[in-house]
């Protein structure tokens, strides 16, 4: 299944992110609909370049999207809640992961 992200509603941002590692969507009846986009990071000079990415920062909007058909169908859309980083020593497999939920939460 082929899928992936709008990040801020600018194609070129998006492209300029890495491949993402992992995408989950969680929706649940009476409750906003959630997202974390998982990416792989190695950590350059010391520092997470992708914590610095404008387009993921709090309050920023990310867009989700499956390819069914032939086409893109939007499964989420909304604002950049949160950031969490996991470290591994050496910076090798190290990942940032991006969470928010959809519009509902303005």
Not at 43 to 55: A, I, N, T, Y
Not at 83 to 91: E, S, T
Not at 93 to 103: C, T
Request: one cysteine or more; proline letters at 4%.
């Amino acid at each position: 299944m082929k899928f992936g992200i709008l990040a801020d509603k600018d194609a070129d941002e998006t492209a300029a992110l890495p491949e993402l590692t992992r995408v989950e969507v969680h929706e649940q009846l009476g409750e906003p609909t959630t997202y974390t986009v998982v990416f792989a990071e190695d950590v350059c000079e010391g520092d997470f370049q992708l914590l610095k990415h404008s387009s993921l920062m709090p309050c920023k909007e990310i867009a989700i999207w499956v390819e069914i058909d032939d086409r893109q169908v939007y499964l989420v859309k909304g604002p950049v809640k949160g950031q969490q980083i996991k470290l591994v020593n050496g910076g090798q497999g190290s990942e940032v992961q991006v969470s928010g939920s959809d519009n509902s939460i303005k």
